[in-house]
């Protein structure tokens, strides 16, 4: 699963990531709400604290939450 947050650097057909989902959201745990991820933000403090972060630097993330991968690039805000 390909996430893009704000605007990246680069163009999104140099990262060829295949149908990436944007958002605006930079809160790590509500951003994996409201893909799915989890059932609710407590889960994700609950289970993956490490994963309780807020996305504000330009960055590229690459984890594992059971059997899905995500990829995410945050970019600058609009």
């Known amino acids: 699963m390909d996430v893009i947050i704000g605007k990246p650097l680069v163009s999104p057909d140099v990262l060829s990531l295949d ?4 958002s605006s959201e930079r809160y790590l745990p509500r951003l994996l709400v409201e893909l799915g991820v989890f059932p609710s933000m407590g ?3 609950k289970n993956r ?4 972060i807020r996305l504000d630097a330009t960055d590229c993330l ?3 939450i059971g059997k899905r991968h995500l990829y995410i690039v945050v970019g600058e805000e609009n």
Do not use: N
């Not at 149908?19 to 944007?22: A, D, F, H, L, N």
């Open 62 to 64: 690459e984890f594992r």
């Open 49 to 52: 604290p490490d994963l309780c």
């Open 43 to 45: 889960q994700v403090k």
């Open 19 to 22: 149908s990436p989902i944007y």
